[in-house]
């Protein structure tokens, strides 16, 4: 693998996803994501040399149904109010650009825990307007309940409404500021 340019990238939001999905009543899949957030990508001499960091507003929630997107940020939940960010700060990169893991601290309703991202480096380009490009994939199942997210309701047939492993993805896209 090529070396990345190394620098300080900033997140081009427009061209990047964070989505997320939790099983719903046992039997389908509930979908979701996050409108605003922001990271920044340091990339050094190798892909072991380099970090992220990200910000999630947690208020920027959207299932595509209001009453669920409220549930979703009130106490039961994420408690938008008394915890209005998600963050994610990297501590280490295993392997290599082809296939590696982005481990780090994930930090919901003010609890921390260590998470590993399975990642893959989507590439590095310059667009048609000059610009320096990198992209990448990363996915991680985690468990809402070592969050503090607890809340849930029994079903009559057995199980419960809302599982405890969400599955996040993320596809996020980085520029590399021009020098002015």
Do not use: C, Y
């Amino acid at each position: 693998m090529t070396a990345l340019t190394t620098g300080t990238w900033n997140l081009d939001a427009s061209h990047s996803e964070i989505g997320f999905s939790v099983r719903h009543a046992g039997i389908s899949k509930v979908r979701g994501s996050f409108t605003e957030f922001d990271a920044t990508l340091t990339t050094g001499e190798t892909l072991a040399d380099s970090s992220v960091e990200a910000t999630v507003q947690i208020a920027s929630v959207n299932t595509k149904d209001a009453n669920r997107d409220g549930h979703l940020k009130s106490e039961d939940f994420f408690n938008a109010e008394q915890f209005p960010t998600m963050t994610f700060k990297s501590t280490s990169v295993k392997g290599d650009a082809g296939d590696f893991v982005l481990v780090g601290d994930l930090t919901i309703r003010g609890v921390s825990k260590e998470v590993e991202f399975a990642a893959e480096l989507g590439g590095e380009a310059v667009d048609a307007f000059g610009a320096t490009r990198v992209g990448f994939f990363a996915s991680t199942t985690i468990s809402r309940k070592e969050f503090g997210i607890t809340w849930n309701a029994a079903l009559e047939a057995g199980g419960v409404l809302v599982s405890d492993k969400v599955k996040i993805e993320i596809d996020a896209s980085f520029v590399l500021p021009t020098a002015e």
